[in-house]
């Protein structure tokens, strides 16, 4: 009983930049790009510990490729990169647009976040199966998804393939190996990893890849994720994607402060990469890895990508509220695209040039699709008749009293 020692309290985490502030992120604990070794794909998950405790990075700060993880990369694929890249970031900005104008209720961007989705779809094989966040439509672009067809999902029409039911962006399409949406946070992670222990089961060559935000990590589902994963190997890859922001919630408040993302991975007996997100090389390099450790049953890998989040967590949020209004522009990972753009750039494979001429392409692509996806309605005119296939797929075959509610609704 010494009362020397004081009362006792609680500490709440807080960001270093409030808005009129500016963010110290030094908290991110950066590694120099190629300084990081590149172990065997089947190297037991304790050797993976500098890896989650460090920055995997590829692409230095002069656009060059450096260090053991740079991937062996074919010049068509990184530049088909960049076009995924430009295509989801115009998509996004049409679809904002779109939301101001009233002609879908809901939006969700992936500014700066481009990378991490793309650099995995193209790192997996096109059957593997991803279960996506409602930040990884990148996914479905890189893996084919008519832009038209998630347009009409977004305006609730007459040709939405969901058939008006759910939220915009929680899309759904098993021809493009995407799990449906669910906005219950963290709900996918854990089902990945038994879609991945059935592949096995089967005796199958597919794996999945799972996704999760920083802040969905606190999340019952992520303990147990983890936990099914490393017990039976389950051939999946454990993607984080730490963007810093959980709505208006820094980082440190799901666990961040003092320790990284990937290290709970290697607690859990999981091998971990902690890699800089916004380096399409990197992502490329470490999503092979893990593609290739999960393909040859040497087990589960858990990624965490550090990026920023640099729009508004939806059109339903105003981020000037909560953080400096500049952040992004100090963010030291940079911009994804910037960041490819420069490093082909002084290859010599592309040029400025070319990059205007992409991007007018790339609007006008989008603008085509917007116009015909508008064909079939956009939200509260496409659908005269909500009613009619309300009830159906409730169940595989309506029961009774579903027939008997139809029948109250068309009177
Ligand atoms: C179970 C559950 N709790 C809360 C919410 C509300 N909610 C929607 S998105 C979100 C933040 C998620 O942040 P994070 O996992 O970091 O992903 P990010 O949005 O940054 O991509 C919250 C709290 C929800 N959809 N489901």
């Not at 996806?373 to 009774?400: C, I, Q």
Request: charged residues 20%.
């Amino acid at each position: 009983m010494t009362a020397s020692q004081g009362s006792l309290r609680l500490h709440v985490p807080e960001p270093s930049g409030r808005p009129g502030q500016r963010t110290d992120f030094a908290y991110l604990r950066l590694s120099p790009a190629g300084s990081l070794p590149r172990p065997p794909i089947d190297t037991p998950y304790r050797d993976t510990l500098p890896l989650a405790d460090g920055l995997i990075r590829v692409l230095d700060d002069d656009g060059r490729a450096v260090g053991p993880w740079t991937p062996q990369a074919d010049p068509g694929l990184l530049l088909h990169a960049l076009r995924l890249m430009l295509l989801t970031r115009a998509f996004d900005a049409r679809m904002v647009i779109a939301q101001r104008q009233k002609k879908t209720s809901f939006y969700v961007q992936s500014l700066g976040e481009e990378a991490v989705g793309i650099g995995q779809a193209l790192a997996l094989h096109a059957d593997d199966m991803c279960f996506p966040t409602y930040r990884q439509q990148g996914i479905l672009l890189a893996r084919g998804m008519p832009m038209t067809d998630m347009m009409c999902q977004l305006f609730s029409n007459s040709r939405d393939p969901l058939l008006g039911r759910q939220l915009p962006v929680m899309y759904s399409s098993r021809a493009h190996g995407f799990f449906s949406i669910s906005g219950n946070l963290g709900t996918q992670f854990v089902q990945a990893v038994g879609w991945a222990m059935a592949s096995a089961i089967k005796g199958d060559t597919r794996i999945a890849s799972a996704w999760i935000g920083d802040g969905s990590t606190a999340e019952a589902d992520f303990h147990t994720a983890l936990t099914f994963a490393q017990v039976y190997r389950a051939p999946v890859i454990l993607n984080v994607v730490n963007n810093q922001w959980a709505i208006s919630t820094f980082q440190a408040i799901a666990g961040g402060e003092t320790t990284t993302f990937a290290m709970r991975g290697v607690g859990m007996g999981i091998a971990a990469l902690r890699v800089d997100g916004n380096d399409l090389l990197a992502v490329l390099a470490a999503s092979r890895w893990a593609a290739e450790r999960a393909r040859s049953n040497a087990g589960p890998t858990l990624i965490e990508w550090v990026t920023y989040r640099a729009g508004p967590h939806s059109t339903s949020d105003d981020p000037s509220k909560y953080r400096p209004a500049d952040d992004w522009t100090h963010f030291p990972l940079g911009d994804p695209i910037e960041r490819l753009r420069r490093h082909l750039t002084a290859r010599e494979l592309w040029s400025d040039t070319q990059h205007e001429a992409a991007l007018r392409d790339i609007e006008a692509e989008v603008l085509a699709a917007q116009k015909e996806a508008e064909r079939h309605g956009t939200l509260g005119d496409g659908r005269p008749d909500p009613g009619a296939d309300l009830f159906e797929d409730v169940y595989a075959d309506l029961p009774p009293h579903l027939v008997q509610q139809r029948a109250q609704l068309e009177g």
